[in-house]
T-cell receptor
Framework: ETGVTQTPRHLVMGMTNKKSLKCEQH?????MYWYKQSAKKPLELMFVYSLEERVENNSVPSRFSPECPNSSHLFLHLHTLQPEDSALYLC????????????????FGPGTRLLVL | QKEVEQNSGPLSVPEGAIASLNCTYSDRGSQSFFWYRQYSGKSPELIMFIYSNGDKEDGRFTAQLNKASQYVSLLIRDSQPSDSATYLCAVYSGAGSYQLTFGKGTKLSVIP
């Protein structure tokens, strides 16, 4: 596997279900991100982990719970979601402290298309 | 609040023409600027980054940055139907910030 992988690629869940999204990066990066992409809206940053510590949480509802057990893996645990949470959830990674003034070059995984019924 | 503005389009150009995509940003201290291409139903794919004023060329793509005007653009020469996608402009504020601020994207259609 190369780059950033995400599973599952598609997920349909009811509002009472609990599910988890998984992301794995094979780039040796030390920062990982969760984004939400809804139709006609800019990419919304949800969480940032740097060196396995959460460094940013952009006012995300508690029904979304991230977990970063190591620098290569990132999870997003979902419970009691709402229909408006249906979106494409993207994971990205980057190398903190990149030289050459190109910090924060982020590479995206293929995304998980989530539908909440 | 940091903002990145793009014309949502769609921008239609004939095959072989030059497509010009524009982006403005509000944070004057922004350091790095990125263009991503996103095909429908797919994830964003990095095309280019630029951090110095002027032009940067990579194949058919040229990124242009004017920090004084807080403006960054992407030119695509000899546009191909396969270039039809949504192009996202993203801005990085610099050290201490982990956040890339994205625009809503410009949808480009290249007409054969």
């Amino acid at each position: 596997e190369t780059g950033v992988t995400q599973t599952p690629r598609h997920l349909v869940m009811g509002m009472t279900n609990k599910k988890s999204l998984k992301c794995e990066q094979h780039l040796g990066h030390n920062a990982m991100y969760w984004y939400k992409q809804s139709a006609k809206k800019p990419l919304e940053l949800m969480f940032v982990y740097s060196l396995e510590e959460r460094v940013e949480n952009n006012s995300v509802p508690s029904r979304f719970s991230p977990e970063c057990p190591n620098s290569s893996h990132l999870f997003l645990h979902l419970h009691t979601l709402q229909p408006e949470d249906s979106a494409l959830y993207l994971c990205a990674s980057s190398q903190e402290g990149s030289s050459g003034g190109v910090g924060e070059t982020q590479y995206f995984g293929p995304g998980t298309r989530l539908l909440v019924l | 609040q940091k903002e990145v503005e793009q014309n949502s389009g769609p921008l239609s150009v004939p095959e072989g023409a030059i497509a010009s995509l524009n982006c403005t940003y509000s944070d004057r201290g922004s350091q790095s600027f990125f263009w991503y291409r996103q095909y429908s139903g797919k994830s964003p794919e990095l095309i280019m980054f630029i951090y110095s004023n002027g032009d940067k060329e990579d194949g058919r793509f040229t990124a242009q940055l004017n920090k004084a005007s807080q403006y960054v653009s992407l030119l695509i020469r000899d546009s191909q139907p396969s270039d039809s996608a949504t192009y996202l402009c993203a801005v990085y504020s610099g050290a201490g910030s982990y956040q890339l601020t994205f625009g809503k994207g410009t949808k480009l259609s290249v007409i054969p």
